[in-house]
């Protein structure tokens, strides 16, 4: 037993022809219209400016204003962290978050006694603002060394 093609039978010849348009061809004859009945082809009725009203301007929010969404990373190690960090910017993204807030503790409890998620954090925030992810992160406290927090500005929804 082959692995061949199978015989097809060859389609029926339809009677009629399709047209090939070219850059002549008048679309609305070749789909059966009459011009001499139907008139000369015009342009679509659109609503005018004064039924519409004149479009609003987008009000372009403040760069900081409080945090609509906050993520604790709290007891997590890196990897937890830049997994939940993902999903909380992405989900916020889509739910048109401008500010969120991320919590990476001082590191007063750590076993080494080092901030290791805030540093972490901060090039992780670095990273997605290359890629153009964030617009933009500032410590909670002015300068990280004071804070257990991060805001980050998320981009401007089109």
């Known amino acids: 037993m082959g692995f061949g093609r199978k015989k097809v039978a060859p389609l029926p010849e339809t009677e009629k022809k399709i047209p090939v348009l070219d850059a002549d061809a008048d679309l609305f004859v ?3 219209g009459d011009p001499e009945k139907e008139g000369p082809a015009r342009e679509p009725d659109l609503p005018e400016k004064e039924i519409l009203g004149e479009a609003e301007p987008r ?3 403040p760069l900081w204003s409080a945090p609509e969404k906050t993520l604790d990373l709290h007891g997590l190690n890196i990897q937890q962290a830049e997994i939940r960090m993902r999903s909380a910017i ?3 993204r889509v739910e048109g ?3 969120m807030r991320i ?3 001082k590191g007063l409890h ?3 006694g080092t901030a290791i998620l805030r540093e972490y954090t901060e090039n992780f925030l ?3 603002q290359k890629n153009g992810e ?3 992160y500032k410590w909670e406290g002015k300068t990280k060394a004071k804070s257990g927090a991060v805001w980050v500005r998320l981009p401007d929804i089109p």
């Open 30 to 32: 070749l789909m059966g």
């Open 59 to 61: 009000v372009q929010p």
């Open 90 to 92: 992405l989900t916020a």
């Open 97 to 99: 978050v401008y500010v």
């Open 103 to 105: 919590v990476t503790g």
């Open 110 to 112: 750590s076993r080494s």
């Open 126 to 128: 670095v990273q997605l």
């Open 134 to 136: 964030i617009r933009a």
